[in-house]
């Protein structure tokens, strides 16, 4: 029977908490394991001092149950059971201390004034509650919530006192400032969950109901306590950009989140710029023209938003859109040296498709066509639903470039079977997609019969859309090498 107590305890998850604490958190939960009010088991003090030697990479072979045991209990024949449960009792009390960290002070603030109120403390409520409105004021109220908090505790407040017994009490504001702050909580929150969920929509090609859109926004148009509020506005430019793809209100999400002065937070930055990455991949460019500065400067923007010295996975949706953007906008080395220095910070299931998907974009953008089929070849697991579609593109793309026509056919059949059958596809990928398939077999067909006139047909039919084209440039090119080649095949003979 193997011995469980040699199970490895580096990917546990006690020592990934503990890798995420920085070395001030560190010794702040050096101080609260030693608190007797929250640990009377002195042998966790011990563990604390045992692992902090080995903070912050753990990485050591000699952090182990058996090293644990020996170290703490001096004894050379090891009690699992004793260290097991040592080890949870340890990162229960990690747990705690990790969430008693992200309670503020206005928080614990807050809660105290809620308890004055309940002692009947109302002189001493008044004195608090003033101090911490004029803390809150320089405080960034994230979705509205402690004004709203605030504005609850000021109702309740005036309820204990009695104050709603006379015509003067009816008319205080601390009766509607709660509902009122509430319903901005709601817009922001809903905003907020709305630019998600399009975002969401948008990189899986997807068609998910997103509940109340229009609803929110226009009560967010209308809500006096969305006036000068940066991130509603911002937001909303975020949503309408998504839905209507206009350039002036790009270019003024732009300035909002990329301009000097933008007060914006980080994480809801990182989600308008990919709002705004979609929307210059999918060729609504300003000013009509191709500005692949634009799209890698915004890529970089997302990139250097990243911390380089934490060892949190990066969503699979931020890589992507960061890699991609590098490789549509031709900053080729910069792409390749991003997937090389990141990949390991990919959630594993899903690394093997995305990277496949990354390295044979890259060689097809080189032109190594036997490269790029290579890699499409080691994806085994197709865990991103939004990249099937891509993959399958890519994939006739190079089948074309290497003369496989038999293969490209059956590819193209089954490719159309999927589109007809696929769920998750809104309507607009569909038809993106069909445009792709339909223009890519009347390549197949005008290339094989060696008709200048049909290619010269789609080439005008190509330009004839309005709606972006997966590989437009790829088909353009293709089918001006081949219009050149008969030509020239035309002025040989004649000479």
């Excluded at 001493?124 to 004021?137: G, M, N």
């Excluded at 993959?391 to 159309?416: F, G, T």
Aim: overall charge positive.
């Amino acid at each position: 029977m193997r011995n469980l107590g040699t199970v490895p305890m580096h990917n546990s998850s006690l020592i990934q908490l503990l890798s995420n604490l920085d070395k001030a958190a560190f010794a702040r939960f050096g101080k609260f394991v030693a608190s007797p009010y929250f640990n009377a088991n002195r042998k966790l003090t011990e563990l604390y001092r045992y692992l902090s030697k080995f903070h912050p990479e753990f990485d050591s072979l000699e952090i182990s149950h058996e090293n644990i045991y020996r170290k703490l209990y001096k004894e050379d024949k090891v009690v699992y059971g004793t260290v097991y449960y040592l080890l949870s009792e340890f990162e229960s009390l990690l747990e705690k201390f990790v969430a008693l960290e992200r309670l503020s002070p206005a928080d614990l603030e807050m809660e105290y004034l809620s308890e004055l109120t309940q002692f009947g403390m109302h002189n001493r409520f008044d004195a608090r509650i003033k101090k911490l409105e004029k803390k809150l004021r320089d405080m960034r109220d994230e979705f509205n919530l402690n004004s709203y908090k605030l504005s609850e505790i000021r109702r309740n407040n005036s309820f204990q006192r009695k104050e709603f017994l006379t015509k003067k009490d009816l008319s205080k504001k601390e009766w509607t400032d709660a509902s009122y702050e509430l319903i901005n909580m709601f817009i922001i929150n809903n905003l907020r969950n709305i630019l998600l969920l399009a975002n969401y929509n948008n990189l899986i090609s997807a068609n998910l109901e997103i509940p109340m859109m229009n609803e929110t926004i226009e009560m967010a148009q209308r809500a006096e306590g969305m006036k000068n509020n940066a991130e509603a506005e911002a937001m909303l430019l975020g949503i309408r950009l998504i839905k209507d793809k206009r350039e002036e209100d790009y270019l003024k999400l732009k300035k909002m989140v990329t301009g000097r002065g933008a007060n914006i937070r980080r994480s809801l930055a990182d989600d308008l710029l990919m709002v705004m990455n979609n929307y210059l991949i999918e060729g609504n460019l300003p000013g009509g023209k191709i500005m692949q500065d634009e799209l890698f400067e915004l890529s970089c923007l997302v990139a250097g938003n990243i911390d380089k010295k934490s060892n949190t996975k990066i969503p699979v949706d931020t890589f992507y859109h960061i890699a991609m953007c590098a490789i549509t906008s031709r900053n080729y080395k910069w792409a390749e040296k991003f997937i090389r220095s990141n990949s390991n910070r990919l959630e594993e299931k899903h690394r093997s498709c995305l990277l496949g998907y990354l390295q044979g974009s890259l060689f097809a953008e080189y032109r190594q066509y036997e490269n790029a089929h290579r890699e499409l070849a080691k994806i085994r697991n197709f865990s991103l639903v939004f990249l099937k579609p891509l993959i399958r593109n890519l994939q006739l793309i190079i089948y074309a470039e290497l003369n496989l026509h038999s293969e490209a056919v059956d590819m193209a059949k089954s490719y159309e079977q999927f589109l007809r059958n696929d769920r998750f596809q809104s309507a607009a990928a569909k038809t993106r997609n069909r445009d792709f398939l339909k223009i890519y077999l009347k390549y197949l067909k005008a290339s094989a019969d060696g008709s200048e006139r049909k290619l010269s047909d789609l080439l005008g039919e190509m330009k004839g859309y309005n709606r972006f084209i997966p590989y437009y440039k790829w088909f353009e090119r293709k089918i001006g090498e081949q219009i050149e080649g008969r030509a020239g095949m035309r002025k040989a003979a004649r000479g």
